[in-house]
């Protein structure tokens, strides 16, 4: 059931966002709220639930695409660095907003991800050195780009934001990036006017 609940909650943030009640909820799997607070005892801890499944989700992609053997560093990095919860409760940048917003201890957890998980890309980085596909760059630069224009895009006035949804928003942002660190414009992925990869 509780993995029921998750899902209803998701459709719910899709529709409505982070502003969803727990009757909304119930009343969409046909159960009462006491139902639902039998499993959760608060929204609160419905969005922290959601929260630890996407950031577990993005670690399980990332383990998965840095064992593929079939993808090059290059797109090793792309992918690693586009990665969004599959489940796309927070696939669009007005739920993160939101989630920063409305529910300040669950977007600790998604910001520490989101400062702190970059082990894989160091390791690649290093990789594309050694293979010469990679220019000399500093990372921490490159961190501090990426972060500084996610934030920048999940800003309320943001255009962008309000219009692109997040993973397209994220191929765009990765491929203009990574197109400054690459040694050759050959070989890598690169992000279209539409935000898709070629």
């Known amino acids: ?39 959760f005892e608060s929204k609160e801890q419905i969005v922290a639930y959601l929260v ?31 990665t969004i919860p599959k489940g796309y409760a927070f696939g669009d940048l007005r739920s993160l907003l939101e989630l920063k917003q409305m529910f300040p201890r669950q977007w600790a957890v998604m910001d520490e991800y989101l400062q702190m998980g970059w082990d894989n890309f160091r390791l690649l980085v290093e990789r594309g050195r050694e293979e010469e596909v990679l220019r000399p760059f500093d990372p921490e630069v490159f961190i501090g780009m990426y972060v500084g224009a996610l934030n920048h895009f999940m800003d309320a006035r943001s255009a962008v934001g309000r219009r692109k949804p997040l993973d397209r928003v994220l191929r765009e942002m990765v491929g203009l990036l990574l197109q400054g660190v690459y040694t050759d414009r050959d070989g890598g992925p690169a992000a279209s006017e539409e935000g898709e990869t070629k």
């Open 1 to 39: 059931m509780k993995d029921r609940i998750a899902e209803a909650v998701v459709q719910e943030i899709l529709q409505r966002g982070l502003r969803f009640s727990i009757r909304d909820v119930a009343g969409a799997l046909g159960v009462s709220t006491k139902t639902i607070y039998q499993h």
């Open 52 to 82: 630890e499944q996407a950031v577990n989700e993005m670690r399980e992609c990332e383990r998965d695409i840095m064992a593929d053997p079939e993808l090059s560093t290059k797109q090793k990095l792309f992918e690693v660095l586009v």
